[in-house]
């Protein structure tokens, strides 16, 4: 009996780990593949969220770039019940927070046609770097002296 | 000239040491290949190294949690990343602590005992006796414990992480007053079900094989007498405290190094 207990209390807490901690029933579901080019893709990873509204809607599967035009491509599994993006929806890489993870942001669209399996979204902004940000404001802060003057 | 010859005395006591050991993993294999249609007797031995550790396992992984949670709070408030707390803590289980550790607690609590045990059992002639009758102990002695070592292990090891995620929701929450929504779910977003959890489980099952090998393989070849079974008990904890620190490693950059 005791040996029954045990294997019972072993399995349970492996149960646990993979359902209570990691969310293992949630990423079996069904997705469909969408894709999108970025000019720049930042500090984004594999298996980064993709959110509709900060609500999570998949993962981005993969990242490669484009053998034609050398432009990143981003491929995002999104889960199938999510299936009435409008073709005119746009994609962006936010930052979570200031310093937080990357993640790719959809913002749906208003058109009647919807995207499917394997259709790239048009409408994309790149992630924003901080580097180039700073640079911009000095930049521009050495263009115009006279304001400084003052 | 004289430490040349000791040095070369020991290289070759090493190798052959090794090589019998393996000759006795192929016959050990064989051995539990053949009781795995004997129930009880892996049932019973399943009692001795499974039941009996999980205390130990439960005790230590609560406090572990507790240590984790405290610490990691200490340190993560200064970046007011608190809320990652619970991740930090299953992540320290799932991939390090919780197989490592209890790897290390089961050869101390288990390993120790089946090596006196089969020492002892060789001392006494009980393994000799059994030959005589005909029934090949590396089918009634060490098959079962094989095949209960490597059963019990990564169940020891999913509670141990299990355990000490609780305790350290205990910490977070009636200590911290983290919420416990915050703990849980930061879990959830950051711990990967195959990357973590899968690894984790197999790296129990690789320190179990290892743990119950060397045990195993110790009780059969200790000198019998007393003196020896009290030696081969020492290496026996010795040994594959080093060999799960070392193998811990391999594992970890073959698991997630990048592949």
């Known amino acids: 009996m005791w040996v029954g207990i045990f294997m019972i209390i072993g399995i349970g807490s492996l149960l646990m780990l993979a359902l209570q901690v990691s969310d293992a029933g949630r990423g079996g579901g069904e997705t469909y593949r969408l894709e999108a080019r970025f000019d720049n893709i930042g500090g984004l990873t594999v298996k980064a969220p993709v959110m509709i509204g900060g609500v999570r809607v998949g993962r981005v599967a993969d990242i490669w770039i484009d053998q034609e035009d050398y432009v990143p491509v981003v491929g995002m599994d999104i889960e199938k019940k999510y299936d009435a993006l409008s073709v005119d929806s746009g994609a962006a890489i936010l930052t979570a927070g200031l310093l937080g993870s990357q993640y790719v942001g959809l913002t749906p669209g208003f058109s009647d046609i919807y995207l499917e399996q394997g259709d790239t979204v048009e409408l994309t902004q790149s992630a924003i770097q901080l580097e180039t940000l700073i640079g911009q404001f000095i930049f521009s802060q050495g263009a115009n002296p006279d304001k400084e003057g003052g | ?259």
């Open chain 2, 1 to 259: 000239m004289k430490l040349v010859a000791e040095l070369g005395r020991r290289g070759i006591v090493f190798v052959s040491r090794l090589g019998a050991a393996v000759l006795f993993l192929l016959l050990a294999v064989r051995g539990s290949a053949m009781c795995l249609n004997r129930g009880k007797l892996i049932l019973q031995q399943l009692y001795a190294i499974g039941v009996l550790t999980m205390s130990v396992i439960v005790v230590s992984g609560l406090f572990v949690g507790m240590v984790l949670a405290l610490q990691g709070y200490y340190q993560l408030v200064n970046f007011s990343a608190e809320s990652n707390l619970g991740l930090v803590v299953a992540l320290f289980m799932v991939r390090e602590l919780g197989p490592v550790l209890s790897a290390l607690l089961f050869a101390g609590r288990a390993g120790s005992a089946l090596t006196a045990e089969i020492g002892l059992m060789k001392a006494t002639e009980q393994l000799a006796a059994m030959e005589m009758m005909a029934v090949d102990p590396m089918k009634r002695v060490i098959g079962p414990r094989f095949v209960a070592g490597i059963i019990a292990m990564p169940l020891l090891a999913a509670m141990l992480s299990a355990v000490a995620i609780i305790g350290g929701y205990l910490v977070a929450h009636g200590q911290f007053g983290l919420d416990a929504g915050v703990y849980w779910s930061s879990m959830k977003v950051g711990v990967d079900p195959v990357d973590d959890v899968l690894n984790g489980v197999i790296k129990s099952v690789v320190f179990g094989f290892i743990v119950i090998w060397i045990t195993l393989y110790e009780g059969y070849d200790a000198v019998p007498t007393s003196e020896g079974v009290s030696r081969a008990t020492t290496r026996t904890v010795v040994t594959s405290s080093l060999a799960i620190l070392g193998s811990d490693y391999i594992l970890t950059a073959l698991m997630f190094g990048g592949f």
